[in-house]
């Protein structure tokens, strides 16, 4: 009797630690809805390259919003979220304003996580709201080595509400 009800008592704490945590997911998942609708613009981008070159050396790629012009020879990319059918547009434009190429995607959210979907490549990203810019984070292979072995972080920034 008594490891019957020490048993029933794991059970019991097992399933509330499982309903908080499908809760607090939900929450995430709720609040990255809510804020992503709109358009946002690049504002820095920091990667840890790791196993640069195929060695067992590291390199930072580093762009931040004063030198972004002239390390990337671009404007700032813009990421315009629609809430219907889950659909983006991500624009890259010269240095004159001239749209340069458009990649159209979809998006999802599961948790605090991100995924940004494409034709030939599929992105998930850990999100964070921090002073109305949008944090992301994720190990892609930025290097095109084969190994999904970088630190990606970039920031961006809200710059309207509205998608068109």
Request: net charge negative; glycine share 6%; hydrophobic share 40%.
């Amino acid at each position: 009797m008594k490891y019957l009800l020490v048993l029933s008592l794991v059970l019991f704490i097992a399933c509330e630690s499982t309903t908080e945590k499908s809760t607090a997911q939900a929450t995430a998942a709720g609040k990255l809805v809510a804020e992503l609708p709109g358009t946002w613009e690049s504002v820095s981008i920091n990667v840890a390259v790791n196993t640069a070159n195929n060695t067992d050396s590291t390199d930072q790629f580093i762009v931040e919003e004063e030198n972004w012009q002239n390390t990337l020879g671009m404007q700032p990319v813009k990421t315009r979220f629609f809430r219907e059918g889950n659909k983006y547009v991500r624009e890259f434009r010269n240095l004159q304003g001239v749209l340069a190429d458009t990649l159209r995607g979809r998006w999802n959210v599961f948790g605090d996580t991100l995924m940004l979907i494409e034709p030939t490549a599929t992105y998930q990203y850990v999100t964070v709201f921090r002073d109305g810019k949008m944090e992301l984070t994720a190990t892609v292979d930025w290097d095109g080595d084969g190994q999904v072995d970088d630190d990606y972080y970039a920031v961006e920034r809200k710059v309207s509400n509205y998608t068109d």
